[in-house]
Nanobody, 130 residues
Framework: QVQLVESGGGLVQPGGSLRLSCAASGFRLDYYVIGWLRQAPGKEREGVLCINNRDDDTYSTDSVKGRFTISRDNAKNPIYLEMNSLKPEDTAVYYC???????????????????????WGQGTQVTVSS
C-alpha cells in the first residue's frame, strides 16, 4: 500500500521539543520534495519546512527558523521534523506531503503554489500548552 504515515505528535510545554516522523511505504522518497505543513483551528494549512530530497534544497517559513529542522538518514526515509523551543502558536495538526521533485521545489511546496501533493499523511496533533 502506497502511503505516508506521520507519528510523534503530543502535548508539550512551551519551550519543549518534539520530533515528528514521516515514513513512506510503497514508494521511495529519494525523488520527492517532502513538505511539513500544519493547520491550526480556524486557519488555513500552511507550509512549515520543506526539503527536496534530490538536491537537499530546503525552505522554511519565518516563524520556525532557528527552531525547526529536518533530519533524515542516508535512506531518506523516514523524514523527521525536529521542533525545539515550541510556542503555543505552534499548536496545530501537522501533515507531511510528498510531491515528485521534477514537478516542484521546496519553496513552492511550502508556500503552496504549483503542483499539489501526490501523497498526504493522515496528520498528527501537536499541542503546546502549560
Amino acid at each position: 500500500q502506497v502511503q505516508l504515515v506521520e507519528s510523534g505528535g503530543g502535548l508539550v510545554q512551551p519551550g519543549g521539543s518534539l520530533r515528528l516522523s514521516c515514513a513512506a511505504s510503497g514508494f521511495r522518497l529519494d525523488y520527492y520534495v517532502i513538505g511539513w505543513l500544519r493547520q491550526a483551528p480556524g486557519k488555513e494549512r500552511e507550509g512549515v519546512l520543506c526539503i527536496n530530497n534530490r538536491d537537499d534544497d530546503t525552505y522554511s517559513t519565518d516563524s520556525v527558523k532557528g527552531r525547526f529542522t529536518i533530519s533524515r538518514d542516508n535512506a531518506k526515509n523516514p523524514i523527521y521534523l525536529e521542533m525545539n523551543s515550541l510556542k503555543p502558536e505552534d499548536t496545530a495538526v501537522y501533515y507531511c506531503a510528498a510531491i515528485e521533485a521534477e514537478k516542484t521545489t521546496a519553496q513552492a511546496t511550502c508556500i503552496r503554489v504549483g503542483a499539489p501533493p501526490d501523497y498526504w499523511g493522515q496528520g498528527t496533533q501537536v499541542t503546546v500548552s502549560s
